[in-house]
C-alpha cells in the first residue's frame, strides 16, 4: 500500500526558496507505473497543479510558476522534492505531494499536506 | 489554458437525496477528466478516473457521466459521511487543472 508523507519548514521568509520533501513507502519511486507530483491549495482556494516527475527525471511543470518551481528524486532514500524560490505570500497554501498512477492518469494517492506560510 | 468550471459552488441537499454536480471544460477534453472528494482538514481522495470509472474501494452510489466539454458527478442517495468538497480535474493536457470545488452541505 502505496503512502506518502510531507516533510520540511512550514515558515518561509518572502524572497526566500521553499522547500519541502515527500517520502515515499510501500512503493519505489523508480517505478515506472506512476509519476511524482506536487499541488497545493491556497486557503479557501482551488487547488493547483505545481508539476511532476518522472522516474527517468523528466519533469513537466505549470507555466504559472514562471520557473520558480524544480522537484527532483533522491533514489538513494526513495523520496522527491520541491524546492519553489523567491517565493511570496501568494505561495502561502497546503502543499500536497501525490502519485499520479501513469495507467489512470489521476493522483490516486496522497500525502496529509503540510501548510507553508510566507511571512517576514 | 484549459479552464475547469464546476457548478454549483455550494449545495444543501439531506441524506438520502441524489445529487448531481457538473463539470465544463472550456475546450474538448474526452474522458480525461477525474473527481476527487475533500473532507476539511485532509487530502483530496479519489473518486471517479476517465469520467466514468469508479476508483477501487469507492461506493458505488457514485457516478461519474459526460464525455467532450460536460460532465457530471452524481451520488445517489447521500450519506451522512458524503458531506464533503468536490473537486474535478482534467487530465487531458498539462498544466492539469482544477476546478473551484462544490461544497456539499447538510440541510
Known amino acids: 500500500q502505496l503512502q506518502l508523507q510531507e516533510s520540511g519548514s512550514g515558515l518561509v521568509r518572502p524572497s526566500q526558496t521553499l522547500s519541502l520533501s515527500c517520502g515515499v513507502s510501500?512503493?519505489?519511486?523508480?517505478?515506472?507505473?506512476?509519476?511524482w507530483s506536487w499541488i497545493r491549495q491556497p486557503p479557501g482556494k482551488a487547488l493547483e497543479w505545481i508539476g511532476y516527475?518522472?522516474?527517468?527525471?523528466?519533469?513537466y511543470y505549470n507555466p504559472s510558476l514562471r520557473s520558480r518551481a524544480d522537484i527532483s528524486l533522491d533514489r538513494s532514500n526513495n523520496r522527491f522534492s520541491l524546492q519553489l524560490t523567491s517565493v511570496t505570500a501568494a505561495d502561502t497554501a497546503v502543499y500536497y505531494c501525490?502519485?499520479?498512477?501513469?495507467?489512470?492518469?489521476?493522483?490516486?494517492?496522497w500525502g496529509q499536506g503540510t501548510l507553508v506560510t510566507v511571512s517576514s | 489554458d484549459l479552464q475547469m468550471t464546476q457548478s454549483p459552488s455550494s449545495l444543501s441537499a439531506s441524506v438520502g437525496d441524489r445529487v448531481t454536480i457538473t463539470c465544463r471544460a472550456s475546450?474538448?477534453?474526452?474522458?480525461?477528466l477525474n473527481w476527487y472528494q475533500q473532507k476539511p482538514g485532509k487530502a483530496p481522495k479519489l473518486l471517479i478516473y476517465?469520467?466514468?470509472s469508479l476508483q477501487s474501494g469507492v461506493p458505488s452510489r457514485f457516478s461519474g457521466g459526460g464525455s467532450g466539454t460536460d460532465f457530471t458527478l452524481t451520488i445517489s442517495s447521500l450519506q451522512p459521511e458524503d458531506f464533503a468538497t468536490y473537486h474535478c480535474?482534467?487530465?487531458?493536457?498539462?498544466?492539469?487543472?482544477f476546478g473551484q470545488g462544490t461544497k456539499l452541505e447538510i440541510k
Open positions: 501525490a502519485s499520479r498512477i501513469v495507467d489512470l492518469d489521476a493522483f490516486d494517492v
Open positions: 510501500g512503493g519505489s519511486i523508480t517505478s515506472g507505473d506512476y509519476s
Open positions: 516527475i518522472y522516474q527517468n527525471e523528466n519533469a
Open positions: 475546450q474538448s477534453i474526452g474522458t480525461y
Open positions: 476517465g469520467a466514468l
Open positions: 480535474q482534467q487530465s487531458f493536457t498539462t498544466p492539469y487543472g
